[in-house]
Structures are given as structure tokens and as C-alpha cells.
């Protein structure tokens, strides 16, 4: 199993920039399908983006263009790299790992959560 942890979330102005980190222990990352989500209040959970590999990544249509899913294998670490940031943005937001033979769609493994903030 692997355990996953996040970091770097905050509070920021709309047009800023956050990274987000995913620590995983236990197992190395490059076993899942490692995927981005979030949740704000009265909406429904949201994948953001996926990463099957270095050369294969998925974003969703509302962050396409501004975010950007990556991994750093020897780190064992998962990134989202945030950029023109958007009230709408506002969400907790987690990772997850799925198993890559489930295809990136069944998430077993969750972290935390961290919580990011937009302003206006």
C-alpha cells in the first residue's frame, strides 16, 4: 500500500500561482495511475487531471491550459503546478492513486486533502 500526503495549499489572489506537492511513501508512484481531485462546497467531486506516465497526462477542460499534472519519480512525488488561478478554483484538493491495470478509475489510495483559496 501507499500512503499519500499533501502540501501546499493557500490562500491567493486570483492571476497568482500555487504548486502543489503529494508526498507517497510505502510504494513508488510509477506502480498507479496517479490522479489530482477537488471538492468544493454544493459541487460534486471533480478529477482535474491524471498521469499514466511522463508522456501520458489528462486534464480536465476547466484547467486545461493552467494547470499541469507531473511526478517526479525519485523524489516519489506527485505535482499540480497552478497557474491563473480563478475564484472558481477555490476547492480542497487531493490526490489519489489508482491501480494503472484498473485503467485510472478505480482510486484506492487518498490523501488528506489541502485546501486551496481564490480571491477576487
Known amino acids: 500500500q501507499v500512503q499519500l500526503v499533501e502540501s501546499g495549499g493557500g490562500s491567493v489572489q486570483a492571476g497568482g500561482s500555487l504548486r502543489l506537492s503529494c508526498a507517497a511513501s510505502?510504494?513508488?508512484?510509477?506502480?498507479?495511475?496517479m490522479a489530482w481531485f477537488r471538492q468544493a462546497p454544493g459541487k460534486e467531486r471533480e478529477r482535474v487531471a491524471y498521469?499514466?506516465?511522463?508522456?501520458?497526462?489528462r486534464h480536465a477542460d476547466s484547467v486545461k491550459g493552467r494547470f499541469t499534472i507531473s511526478q517526479d519519480n525519485a523524489m516519489n512525488t506527485l505535482y499540480l503546478q497552478m497557474n491563473t488561478l480563478r475564484p472558481e478554483d477555490t476547492a480542497m484538493y487531493y490526490c489519489?492513486?489508482?491501480?494503472?491495470?484498473?485503467?485510472?478509475?478505480?482510486?484506492?489510495?487518498w490523501g488528506q486533502g489541502t485546501q486551496v483559496t481564490v480571491s477576487s
Open positions: 489519489a492513486a489508482s491501480a494503472k491495470s484498473a485503467g485510472c478509475r478505480d482510486y484506492t489510495y
Open positions: 498521469i499514466f506516465s511522463d508522456d501520458t497526462t
Open positions: 510505502g510504494q513508488s508512484i510509477d506502480h498507479y495511475c
